[in-house]
């Protein structure tokens, strides 16, 4: 980035000298939530006053079909969560994939990845995660009207992290399998969303995190999800549990406490 | 004092407070006006502001609380209505006329605006200027962004920073 002479005509003019910059960092937040988070990052750049800004935006909504897109968007999820403030809690964490047919199901799993290195913040909280990949992003259309592929091409894995600091977890991702942690505890879990994946343990990993590893666990939802034969839910904070589309379920047990 | 037309709570005449800017200006101001501050509202229920009171606010220039109290008067009407679930689409399209215009000004008055908008909490406010200095940050490179808020040109060794910076953030300008 070179500047010479045009760059800045107007700045004897104290009219138009830069005021903005003065503004303490709350309220230089408050405005830069309104702006799309690559462009947010670049203005890191501007000047020294603005190297730590946007590290410590209170909402990181991440999509890939924003108007000002990079080459990589594994790279800048995994970068922005990198280089997010460490002692800040972080509210939300969206990351949308959505552009039309712009990845094959490895690099969706790539970026879910990246996404997932949030989990590795273990000393703030992340109050809601999301990841949603639509199903236009991903070419599943071709998947489905050839059966025979689907049988001989296995699903790419997605393995999903022990989040000890997420209070909600939503994942929306049709066609790959998810396999979840066996070890850790979600300790601040309230909320588990997941759509679209496939199992292939027949439920077990949903039912040891539930009864072993979600300890203040009260909501779960499982929507057209794939290779669940039984569920076990056994549960002392369990409120509210939603099933659609669950298709292979053959077995259903759930003991939770009364609610108060 | 005019009675305004219809009944809303207050007995029939618009109460009035006054508000005094750091440079000893009073403003006299329909309280639903003033109102529209959260920082004042729990002062004005509390029956302040009144008489030859006024309400001192320390961190106000009277340039600025003049720009604060147009905006107030002008949108107290509708924050009276609860938002103004039944303004008609001439009304609205008025208000956000006046809003497009109102922060059609100078950056100097808008850092002000920002500061006392915070300061008062007037939420819609705060929501306009905030947008405005978005709207002057969105879809442009930071360059156009030095340019448009008017940094000065960088030494050069902020220049080199800079460059080093952007090399070590590559994955968001690749």
């Known amino acids: ?260 | 004092m005019a009675a305004p037309e219809s009944g809303d709570g207050n007995n029939g005449a618009a109460r009035m407070v006054t508000l005094i800017s750091s440079d000893n200006t009073r403003f006299e101001v329909e309280a639903a006006a003033a109102s529209l501050s959260q920082t004042l509202q729990l002062t004005i229920l509390d029956g302040g502001g009144g008489g030859g009171d006024g309400i001192p606010l320390p961190n106000v220039d009277s340039a600025t609380l003049s720009k604060v109290l147009e905006y107030c008067i002008k949108h107290a009407p509708a924050a009276a209505n609860g938002g103004a679930p039944n303004a008609t689409a001439v009304d609205r399209a008025e208000l956000e006329r006046f809003d497009n215009e109102f922060v059609n000004i100078d950056q100097s008055v808008l850092y002000s605006l920002i500061m006392a908008a915070h300061n008062l909490e007037i939420e819609g406010l705060q929501s306009l200027v905030a947008k405005k200095v978005a709207d002057m940050i969105k879809g442009k490179s930071p360059m156009e962004i030095r340019r448009t808020l008017g940094f000065p040109d960088p030494t050069p060794e902020e220049q080199a920073e800079m460059n080093a910076h952007m090399l070590e953030y590559g994955w968001a300008y690749e």
């Open chain 1, 1 to 260: 980035m070179v500047c010479n002479g045009p760059c800045s005509p107007a700045v004897d003019d104290e009219s138009r000298r830069d005021r903005i910059s003065n503004l303490p960092d709350d309220l230089l937040l408050r405005i830069l939530v309104l702006v799309p988070l690559v462009e947010v990052v670049r203005t890191s750049v501007l000047s020294r006053r603005w190297v730590h800004v946007w590290t410590r935006l209170p909402m990181l909504e991440f999509a890939d079909d924003e108007a000002s897109p990079v080459a990589s968007f594994a790279n800048l999820v995994a970068g922005v969560i990198r280089g997010y403030a460490t002692d800040v809690d972080m509210p939300d964490v969206l990351i949308s994939v959505r552009g039309c047919f712009q990845y094959t199901l490895d690099e969706a799993v790539r970026i879910a990845a990246s996404a997932f290195l949030v989990a590795q913040r273990a000393t703030t909280t992340t109050t809601r995660f999301g990841f949603f990949v639509s199903r236009h992003a991903v070419n599943l259309e071709l998947d489905e009207t050839e059966d025979e592929d689907d049988e001989c091409i296995p699903p790419p894995t997605l393995h999903m992290p022990c989040f000890p600091m997420v209070t909600e977890f939503a994942l929306s991702f049709r066609g790959v399998e998810l396999r979840m942690p066996r070890t850790g505890v979600f300790e601040k879990l309230t909320k588990l969303y997941i759509f679209g994946v496939q199992f292939t343990d027949g439920g077990d990993g949903i039912n040891n995190a539930i009864i072993r590893q979600c300890p203040c666990h009260q909501d779960l939802e499982l929507h057209r999800v794939e290779g669940i034969k039984m569920l076990f839910l056994l549960s002392e904070s369990l409120l509210r549990l939603r099933l659609y589309k669950v298709m292979d379920l053959e077995r259903l047990l759930v003991t939770a406490k009364k609610p108060p």
